[in-house]
């Protein structure tokens, strides 16, 4: 028996559906931990807050856009063809039938986040922002996960119930058919379950917010540069879906009509290694760009100094504060000897 309120609230006629209510808790679990760890370092506790109100809409946007684009060919294109250009156009703002890519909603929402930051907190080290925010990403990608099990949707293959025993009865009722077909329309051969993918999914994904927020940083030590945690998100979410790809039904092969082919499968390879490879080539340029500050040569590339000499500058700052404390000092222990001699002379003249 599956459960009976997978759609939403309330039960019956839905109309807030869980898969919203999921992603919503998510992002706002990402807002808190990305105010606590800034708070932590000694920023405002609601630092992130008029960001979240920027970056958020544009994730979703990014979201939706990144969907239609990868799911053009089977899913709008044959809505412009069988009804014509206003209903193909509507089609692609119907959020409420689903198709949300968190691919496309990452990159926009960052974007716009980095940007409102640049803008408006001026002053701040973008790079070490991000690296306070990017990587609850992953959390709220984990929490966000279970709007695909409300929905019974984007699992994993047909498997035995043995296999997944060791689960609450709640999670594996809601990954079988029971009498009907599954909300997502696919239809399990009697008496297995689908692999719990989204389950599957968040943990690892928790794995590796706790790897970019506090392992990377502690295995480069004093090698670790700002924006690294940040840029390791794209490392991160690619390995994951490079990884767990080919636990999914083909069903759920997101950007072909024909789940059956291998390009599906490539294409969703190929978008993984490049998120993997972004990664990569943006903490090389990170530190590339961390070496070339710490030498001057971005006196004359103003956006460039700004990004990378901030801290160097407050450092120098207290250099300077120390050197002047200390020719003060050496300036008062003058100016003590030199009285004393004076009244060493004085009286040495009244003797």
Known sequence: MTLVYANGIPFDAPVIRFYAIVILLGALLALFLSDYRAHKAGFDWHFFDTVFLVAFPSGIVGARIWYVIASWNAEFLPVYQNSGFWAGFGNMFALWNGGLAIQGGAILGIVAGVIYVALRRRGTSVLQIMDFAIPTILVAQAIGRWGNFFNQEVF????????????????????????SAMLSGVRLPEGSIAAPLFLVEGVVNLLFFFLLAQGLPALEGKRYVNGDSGFGYFIAYGVVRFVLEPLRNPAFIMGTSDVTSERSGYKSYGMALAFIIIGIVLIIVNHVLDYLAKKNKFDKVLWLKHLYVQELDVVAVDHISEENTSSQEEDDDSIDLSKLKAKEKELQDNN
């Open 156 to 179: 994993g293959h047909a498997v035995t119930l043995d296999a997944w025993g060791f689960l609450p009865t709640f999670i594996t009722n809601n990954m079988q058919n029971g009498s």
